[in-house]
Structure formats: structure tokens, C-alpha cells
């Protein structure tokens, strides 16, 4: 616990960093080291790093990804992938000897779920005015981390009936139920003290939809918690405990950003049809 603690401080110590510049260039060089590194893991748990050229261009085209939804190449985002998809084929026809179509398959999986879902956090980034695109990613981070959180200690607390034993014997449901109340309640809190201190320190009043808000927070839990069971069947398939050692107590990139490839992409989703935030 005190080496998970140590580790999740150090975390946070980064991301303030990275805040700190989120105008600049670092913010999308972070991004894009996250999804290299993701990729990574992925591929070394499912030892497909040994076909080097496959993994090579799984990750050049994963690096692209975030520069692929610029305006200026958006329009082309359909040929560029089926492109990847074109070269992907090309290496199983040199080296069907050696690969799979199975393995081609989940390279690409790979390929396009991990920097698309972390691309994500660009999009808000660049669509967004800096005072509501900062706290749309704190949410999409926050949704994940929270829920986690909450659910260990409830789980350690009141667990008693399995959720999913075969999968992740540990989870329970009342961690769960833990995990959805403890991001509801951070939610709300997250957000007053937010545009507390926005209005306080740079004059702008922002008015919240804290019903649309409540919604968000539930439906951020469930895809934390599904990202998290999804990260545990490959891991469990793959017969591996963690997918890295990257951060000492939670494991690898995957490790502890598993439920923000769900988290993101639903958060992005919903706030592209509800309103939760208005510049007053």
C-alpha cells in the first residue's frame, strides 16, 4: 500500500506538471509517449513483439493517430486506415510462415483502440476552451481513478459477493456500488471547487448541469469498471499479473490507464450531445 501511495503521488505530481504546460507542445507529446507505451504492453502480452515489422508499424501508425485528427488530415483519417490495414495484410502475406491472421487481427485491434481512446483527451484539448477542456479531462481521468479507488477500499471494507470470479476474483459487488458513489460524490466536489477556483483567479463564471453532471459520473463508472474487467481478461488470457513495472505498486501504462480507454471516449461522446458546462 505505501509503495501504491508513494507511486499514485508521484502520478499526480506529473500531471499537474503536464497541466502546467497544457497549451503547449508537452501536453500532445505525453499523449503520445501514453499510447506508444500502452501499445507496447500490449503487444508484449500478447508476444507479438517478437514480429518486429509488425510491431514497428503498429507503432508508427499509433503515434500518428493524434496527428491524423488535425484538420488538416481528418478528411483522409478513412484512407489512412485502411492503408495500416493494407500494410498489416502485407506482412502476413512476407511472413505468413511466421504470423497469423490472428495475430494480424489483434494488431490492429491494438493499433486503432489504444491512441484512438487516448486521442481522445487531444480532441477535448483542441475543441474546447482551456476552462471546460481542462475539467473534461480531469473527469475522464478522474471517472477511472475514482471508481478504482472507491472500489478497493469499499471492497476491502463490505466485499462479500463476487462480481466476476473467473475474471477478476477480488471485485465485488459492493466495491462496485463503492466505486459509483465514491466518483458521484468526487464528481460534484471535483467541479465546485473547480469553477470556484476559476471564477476566483481568472474572473469567468461557469454554470453547471448538475443533473447532466450526476449522469456523467454513473455512466464514467460503468466504463471504468468494464474497462478494468477487460484489462483483467487479457491479462488472465495472457497469463500475465501486470503489464508492466513502469509504476512500482500499480503495474504498467495499461495498469493504471486501462479504464481511461473506456472512461475518455464516453465522456467525449456524451458532452458532444449534453450541455454540462455554460460560460456565463
Known amino acids: 500500500m505505501k509503495q501504491r501511495i508513494i ?3 508521484i502520478g499526480l505530481g506529473v500531471l499537474a506538471l503536464v497541466l502546467a ?3 503547449t ?5 505525453t499523449i503520445i509517449v501514453l499510447i506508444l507505451l500502452a501499445v507496447y504492453e500490449l503487444f508484449k502480452a500478447a508476444k507479438l513483439t517478437e514480429h518486429r ?3 514497428l508499424l503498429c507503432l508508427v501508425f499509433s503515434a500518428l493517430v493524434p496527428l491524423l485528427q488535425t ?7 478513412a484512407v489512412i486506415c485502411g492503408a495500416y490495414a493494407f500494410l498489416l495484410f502485407l506482412n502476413l502475406i512476407r511472413y505468413h510462415n511466421t504470423l497469423r491472421i490472428e495475430q494480424v487481427s489483434l494488431a490492429f485491434f491494438f493499433g486503432l483502440m489504444v491512441p484512438f481512446s487516448f486521442s481522445v483527451m487531444q480532441l477535448v484539448h483542441d475543441r474546447y476552451e482551456m476552462s471546460v477542456s481542462i475539467l473534461y479531462l480531469l473527469m ?5 481513478w475514482l471508481t478504482d479507488t472507491g472500489a478497493y477500499f469499499s471492497g476491502r ?3 462479500k459477493h463476487k462480481m466476476a470470479p473467473q475474471i477478476s476474483p ?3 459487488v459492493e466495491g462496485a456500488i463503492g466505486g459509483i458513489l465514491c466518483n458521484l460524490v468526487c464528481y460534484y466536489l471535483l467541479t465546485w471547487l473547480y469553477i470556484t477556483a476559476v471564477g476566483y483567479f481568472f474572473q469567468i463564471a461557469i454554470q453547471v448541469n448538475y443533473l447532466a453532471l450526476g449522469i456523467l459520473a454513473l455512466l464514467a463508472s460503468a466504463a471504468g469498471i468494464l474497462g478494468d474487467l477487460t484489462a483483467s481478461v487479457i491479462k488472465r488470457q495472457c497469463g500475465i499479473k501486470d503489464f508492466g513495472s513502469i509504476m512500482p505498486g500499480h503495474g504498467g501504462v495499461m495498469d493504471r490507464f486501462d479504464s481511461v480507454l473506456f472512461v475518455a471516449p464516453t465522456v467525449f461522446v456524451y458532452i458532444q450531445y449534453v450541455e454540462l458546462f455554460t460560460l456565463v
Open 71 to 77: 484538420k488538416h488530415l481528418g478528411g483522409q483519417l
Open 25 to 29: 507542445a508537452v501536453f500532445n507529446i
Open 157 to 159: 471494507m463490505f466485499g
Open 7 to 9: 507511486s499514485s503521488v
Open 53 to 55: 515489422p509488425l510491431f
Open 170 to 172: 477480488h471485485k465485488t
Open 140 to 144: 475522464m481521468l478522474g471517472g477511472a
Open 21 to 23: 504546460f497544457y497549451e
